[in-house]
């Protein structure tokens, strides 16, 4: 097939659009074996199916032998929140939650948004909550002597 380099273009094109789209290294591999697909397409005589079986070979040399580099190489330091096991942790509210406004709590010395249960309820300035759900990077908190809280 004379056209087996547009195909390999659009195999390219489009593993490259994949890879963009994502924040994970997952369509990288395919748009090399692709341009080594593409390079050898224009060599006369190349059957399509060993265009196909280098393209196979070479994005799982690349897979196999390069993702792991990438992998430590492109590392960022995360740090896990996992906001979820705030619920049922009591602290103490460092600046008023009011009515409209949210207000700061502080939990195992880390200072959070903090925003009550009830939209009339003010929650003032060192009174001990506890964390009744996350909603984003807010918790929804009750004052702990409140009688929903038991």
């Known amino acids: 097939?004379?056209?087996?380099?547009?195909?390999?273009?659009?195999?390219?094109?489009?593993?490259?659009?994949?890879?963009a789209i994502g924040p994970e290294i997952v369509?990288?591999?395919f748009a090399g074996g692709a341009v080594v697909s593409l390079i050898i397409s224009?060599?006369?005589?190349?059957?399509?199916w060993v265009q196909l079986i280098v393209f196979a070979v070479v994005s799982a040399a690349l897979l196999v032998f390069c993702r792991?580099?990438?992998?430590?190489?492109l590392k960022r330091d995360t740090i896990d929140l996992n906001a979820d096991t705030m619920v049922g942790?009591?602290?103490?509210?460092?600046?008023?939650?009011?009515?409209t406004k949210s207000g700061e709590v502080v939990i195992d010395g880390?200072?959070?948004?903090?925003?009550?249960t009830k939209d009339d309820m003010a929650i003032g300035k060192d009174s001990l909550v506890k964390v009744?759900?996350?909603?984003?990077?807010?918790?929804?908190?009750?004052?702990?002597?409140?009688?929903?809280?038991k």
């Not at 792991?68 to 190489?73: E, G, I, M, N, Q």
């Not at 009744?132 to 809280?149: T, Y």
């Open 68 to 73: 792991p580099f990438l992998a430590k190489v």
């Open 110 to 116: 880390v200072i959070w948004t903090a925003i009550a």
């Open 132 to 149: 009744m759900a996350v909603s984003g990077n807010k918790l929804i908190v009750m004052p702990v002597n409140s009688k929903e809280e």
């Open 27 to 29: 369509s990288v591999w």
């Open 42 to 48: 224009f060599i006369p005589g190349v059957e399509w």
């Open 89 to 99: 942790k009591k602290g103490v509210i460092t600046s008023e939650v009011k009515e």
């Open 1 to 19: 097939m004379e056209y087996m380099w547009i195909i390999w273009l659009v195999i390219f094109v489009l593993a490259l659009l994949i890879e």
